[in-house]
């Protein structure tokens, strides 16, 4: 399953309703980053819900910026 992050974080992608959509699911996940950044609030609920996903594996691919936060998260 590939999950895309994917523009300003805290503005296009949301940390908690990040955290809840990963947390219904299982198996590997391959996320696409392409952000240039944003909220530190919003990026730290992404990075600890991907963080303690343990129901398959996480790959990061880089297919665009990945600047700031999106860095952090990856």
Do not use: T, W
């Amino acid at each position: 399953m590939a999950i895309e992050i994917k523009g300003v974080i805290g503005a296009d992608i949301n940390g908690q309703e990040f955290a809840r959509r990963i947390s219904r699911l299982s198996g590997d996940i391959d996320f696409e980053i392409d952000s240039p950044g944003g909220s530190v609030f919003h990026g730290i609920s992404i990075f600890n819900a991907i963080k303690s996903y343990d129901r398959g594996k996480c790959r990061m691919h880089v297919v665009g910026d990945c600047s700031s936060m999106a860095a952090y998260i990856m």
